[in-house]
C-alpha cells in the first residue's frame, strides 16, 4: 500500500515509538508510575513528561507554557470556550473551531465566521470590517488541512492586536513541519500529525497571555487547566517526535519540495484547488472535472489518499472549505487530496500517481 494521506495522520516514527515502550511498563519494571505521585516512581514518570514538555516547546515560540491534552481539538474548546469576549474566525477552520459556535453562543457570546479569498486565504479585510472592541479572541490556522493553503498570520495577529483581542492558531499541519513564529496568545497542536501517537497534543499558551478557564476539573493537573492523569507514554512519544522533527526539519522541508514537484508533474492536467504560492507543498489539493472520486477510491484501494477531511468523512457533503473558496458542489466532489512528507519516497508518489491517472482515464476524462 501507498500512503498519501498524511494531513489525516502521519505514521509513527521509530522514535517515538520506542520512547513509549519504556513508560508502558510491566509488573515487573519500574516505569509505570502515576506522574502526579510523590514517591520515586512517580518522580520518574514526571520527569519524563516534563523532558517531553520542553522538546515539544522547542518547535514554538519561546517563553511560553505548554500545556498537555488530548488533541488539537481539545486545546482549541478550551480556548474557544474559555476565553471572555466575541469571536472571529474564517469560513475554512477546522470543525473543531466551527462546531463552537453553539457553545460560545450559548454563553451569550457572539461567533462570527468570516469569508476568506478566492484563493483560499484568510481575509483581513474583512477581519478588519467585523472586529470591535467587544472582541476577545480570533482563530485562525497555520495552514488548512484541506487545501494546504498558507494563512497571513502576522496581518491576522496585527488586526487583533490593534482592537485588543487574542489570537488562538490552529497549527495542527504547521507544527513541525514548518517553523511556527506567530506572535499569538495560543497555539493548538496534535502529536499525530507530526509522527508521534494518537490521543495526545497540547495547547501553547504565551508568556503574556491569560490561561483560558478550565474545562475539565477533578485534580488540578496541567497548572489546573486540564485535569486528569498524564500518560507518561503518550507525553515521551510526542516529545521523541518533536525532537525527531527539530533535528532534522530544513531536511524535511527540502525532501517534501522535491515532492511536490514531483507530484505536480505527474499530475499533470488536473487543477489545483487554493493559493499556488502560499501554500504548504505537503498537501496536493486537485481536481478533475466529472470524477467520480468514490468510483476513483475503489479502483485505487491500495493508495491511500482523501477526498477532504477525515473529520467529515462520510458525511456525504461537498468540503465546507472548497465550497468557501467558491467552487460548486461537482466541482468540489471531483476533488481529491494527497499528502506526503517525511517517510513517502519519490517512487511512492510516481506509482501512486501512474494508478490514479489510469483510473482517471478509465471513466474517460
Same mark, same amino acid.
Given at each position: ?16 515509538? &520506542?520512547?513509549?515502550?519504556?513508560? /508502558? ?120 488541512? &484541506? ?86 507514554? /503518550? ?13 532534522? /526539519? ?76 467558491? /467552487? ?21 508518489? &510516481? ?15
Amino acid at each position: 500500500m501507498i500512503y498519501l494521506d498524511y494531513q489525516a495522520t502521519t505514521p509513527l516514527a521509530p522514535e517515538a515509538r &520506542e520512547a513509549m515502550l519504556r513508560w /508502558l511498563g510491566g509488573p515487573d519494571s519500574d516505569t509505570f508510575g502515576n506522574p502526579h505521585s510523590p514517591h520515586r516512581m512517580g518522580r520518574m514518570a514526571a520527569a519524563a513528561v516534563e523532558t517531553a514538555r520542553e522538546r515539544v516547546g522547542a518547535l514554538l515560540p519561546p517563553g511560553g507554557k505548554v500545556i498537555f491534552t488530548s488533541g488539537a481539538t481539545e486545546a482549541i474548546n478550551m480556548v474557544l470556550q474559555g476565553t471572555p469576549g466575541d469571536v472571529i474566525t474564517f469560513a475554512t477552520e477546522h470543525a473543531a473551531v466551527l462546531d463552537c459556535a453553539r457553545a460560545v453562543a450559548a454563553q451569550g457570546r457572539r461567533f462570527t465566521v468570516l469569508p476568506v479569498m478566492p484563493d483560499g486565504r484568510a481575509d483581513v479585510d474583512a477581519l478588519k470590517a467585523a472586529i470591535t472592541s467587544q472582541t476577545g479572541l480570533v482563530a485562525v490556522m497555520a495552514i488548512n488541512n &484541506e487545501i494546504g493553503v498558507r494563512n497571513p498570520l502576522s496581518q491576522v495577529v496585527a488586526c487583533a492586536r490593534q482592537m485588543g483581542a487574542r489570537v488562538l492558531v490552529d497549527a495542527v499541519q504547521a507544527y513541525a513541519r514548518v517553523p511556527v513564529e506567530a506572535a499569538a496568545d495560543y497555539i493548538a497542536i496534535s502529536a499525530h500529525k507530526c509522527h508521534g501517537p494518537k490521543g495526545i497534543g497540547a495547547l501553547w499558551i504565551g508568556p503574556d497571555s491569560r490561561p483560558p478557564l478550565a474545562l475539565v476539573h477533578g485534580g488540578g493537573q496541567e497548572a489546573s487547566l486540564r485535569s486528569g492523569t498524564l500518560s507518561p507514554a /503518550l507525553c515521551a512519544g510526542f516529545g521523541a517526535a518533536a525532537q525527531v522533527a527539530e533535528e532534522g /526539519l530544513a531536511e524535511q522541508m527540502f525532501h517534501v519540495e522535491h515532492l511536490w514537484n514531483v507530484a505536480r508533474a505527474a499530475f499533470a492536467g488536473w487543477e489545483l484547488n487554493g493559493s499556488v504560492i502560499d501554500r504548504w507543498h505537503g498537501n496536493l489539493n486537485i481536481r478533475r472535472d466529472g470524477l467520480d472520486v468514490g468510483r476513483l477510491m475503489s479502483d485505487c484501494r491500495n493508495v491511500m489518499f482523501s477526498a477532504g477531511s477525515a473529520c467529515a468523512s462520510g458525511s456525504g457533503r461537498p468540503s465546507h472549505v472548497l465550497k468557501a473558496i467558491g /467552487l460548486t458542489d461537482l466541482e468540489a466532489k471531483s476533488s481529491i487530496r494527497l499528502g506526503f512528507g517525511r517517510y513517502t519516497s519519490v517512487a511512492d508518489i &510516481e506509482t501512486a500517481a501512474a494508478m490514479i491517472n489510469a483510473a482517471v482515464k478509465e471513466q474517460g476524462l
